[in-house]
C-alpha cells in the first residue's frame, strides 16, 4: 500500500462546478496535511494545509480531514479554467523514526472546460 | 527574499558522470528535503533532513547521497549518473511541527545521455 494515494483521475468539471479531489494516507500518526497545486514546469505551490479534523475553508477552496478514516479531501467550488492543474495532497508524519518526513500522493490531473 | 534556491536549473550529464545539486534557504528552516519528479509518479521523497545535523532515506535513496551541511544548505550528489536519475529535482523547506507551510525551489532539470 502506497503511504499516500489520491483519486487517481484525470478529472474533468466543467466552468462553475465543484471539484472534488481526494486522498488517503497509510500512517495513522501522521500530524499535518497539505494541498499543493502544480503547473507544468512549475514548482508546487501552497493551497492550504490542515490539522484537525473537520473542515477548514479558504475562499473557494475546503480542505476536509477525517483521521479515524485517514482521509483528506480538497473541494474547489466555482471551478475556472485557471485551477487547471495537478493537484499535489502531502501528508507529513508526526514522530518517531520518521520525523519530519513529508510524503506527496501522485498527484490528480484536474482540467476545467468552459 | 529568495525563499527557496536551487542551482544548477538544467544539467545534462553522461551515464557515470557525478554531480551536486546544491540548495539553500534563507527562511532559517530546520527540515529540508530533496524530491524527483517523473511523470505520472508525483513527488517521490529522495533524503529528507529534520533538523540540522541529521539526514534520513525517503522513498528512492538508491544512487544519491546527501549532505546537511549547515542549517541553510542541503545538497544531493549523483555519484554515477544514470540515465533512470533523468528528471526533475525538487528542493523544499519547512520550519516544521504542525501546519508549517512548505516551500520549494525552482526544480532543476536534470537529463542523463
Known amino acids: 500500500q502506497k503511504e499516500v494515494e489520491q483519486n487517481s483521475g484525470p478529472l474533468s468539471v466543467p466552468e462553475g462546478a465543484i471539484a472534488s479531489l481526494n486522498c488517503t494516507y497509510s500512517?495513522?500518526?501522521?500530524?499535518?496535511f497539505f494541498w499543493y497545486r502544480q503547473y507544468s514546469g512549475k514548482s508546487p505551490e501552497l493551497i492550504m494545509f490542515?490539522?484537525?479534523?473537520g473542515d477548514k475553508e479558504d475562499g473557494r477552496f475546503t480542505a476536509q480531514l477525517n483521521k479515524a478514516s485517514q482521509y483528506v479531501s480538497l473541494l474547489i467550488r466555482d471551478s475556472q479554467p485557471s485551477d487547471s492543474a495537478t493537484y499535489l495532497c502531502?501528508?507529513?508524519?508526526?514522530?518517531?523514526?520518521?520525523?519530519?518526513?513529508?510524503?506527496f500522493g501522485q498527484g490528480t490531473i484536474l482540467t476545467v472546460h468552459p | 527574499n529568495a525563499g527557496v534556491t536551487q542551482t544548477p536549473k538544467f544539467q545534462v550529464l553522461k551515464t557515470g558522470q557525478s554531480m551536486t545539486l546544491q540548495c539553500a534557504q534563507d527562511?532559517?528552516?530546520?527540515?529540508m528535503y530533496w524530491y524527483r519528479q517523473d511523470p505520472g509518479m508525483g513527488l517521490r521523497l529522495i533524503y529528507y533532513?529534520?533538523?540540522?545535523?541529521?539526514?534520513d532515506k525517503g522513498e528512492v535513496p538508491n544512487g544519491y547521497n546527501v549532505s546537511r551541511l549547515n542549517k541553510r544548505e542541503f545538497s544531493l550528489r549523483l555519484e554515477s549518473a544514470a540515465p533512470s536519475q533523468t528528471s526533475v529535482y525538487f528542493c523544499?523547506?519547512?520550519?516544521?511541527?504542525?501546519?508549517?507551510?512548505?516551500?520549494f525551489g525552482e526544480g532543476s532539470w536534470l537529463t542523463v545521455v
Open positions: 523544499a523547506s519547512t520550519e516544521g511541527g504542525r501546519g508549517g507551510a512548505i516551500y
Open positions: 500512517d495513522r500518526g501522521s500530524q499535518s
Open positions: 490542515i490539522y484537525s479534523n
Open positions: 502531502a501528508v507529513m508524519a508526526a514522530g518517531g523514526t520518521s520525523y519530519g518526513k513529508l510524503t
Open positions: 527562511m532559517n528552516h530546520n527540515s
Open positions: 533532513s529534520a533538523s540540522e545535523g541529521t539526514t
